[in-house]
């Protein structure tokens, strides 16, 4: 089992910046690969980007490449996604999550709780 607490959501405007945490603690975080998706209000979840047990970065989601960068912390077993540039359209509540390294939300096995990300112009 691993517990995943999502921290670091807020309201902030277009062009700023802002880093989500994703703590762990139960088993052992460096075994899974690490996640992140979005879903905003009447829309499917989405994958953002993730991160595999060596630090590779599967490739990001076209929306947010350039502008997201994912990370993680093993001494401190935590995964951060730090956001660039945001947009109205990354308004949405984010989610990171655990398993194995996949674009698709059935291969992550542990899901933290979401943070809201609101973007205002």
């Known amino acids: 089992q691993v517990q995943l607490v999502e921290s670091g959501g807020g309201l902030v405007q277009t062009g700023d910046s802002l880093r989500l945490s994703c703590a762990a603690s139960?088993?052992?975080?460096?075994?899974?690969?690490m996640g992140w998706f979005r879903q905003a209000i009447g829309k499917e979840r989405e994958f953002v980007g993730a991160?595999?047990?060596?630090?590779?970065?599967?490739p990001y989601a076209d929306s947010v490449k350039g502008r997201f960068t994912i990370s993680r912390d093993y001494a401190k077993n935590t995964g951060y996604l730090q956001m660039h540039s945001l947009k109205l359209e990354d308004t949405a509540v984010y989610y990171c999550?655990?398993?194995?390294?996949?674009?698709?939300?059935?291969?992550?096995?542990?899901w933290g709780q979401g943070t809201q990300v609101t973007v205002s112009s």
């Open positions: 139960g088993s052992t975080f460096s075994d899974y690969a």
């Open positions: 999550a655990v398993g194995r390294v996949g674009l698709r939300p059935n291969a992550y096995f542990y």
């Open positions: 991160i595999d047990r060596s630090g590779a970065i599967t």
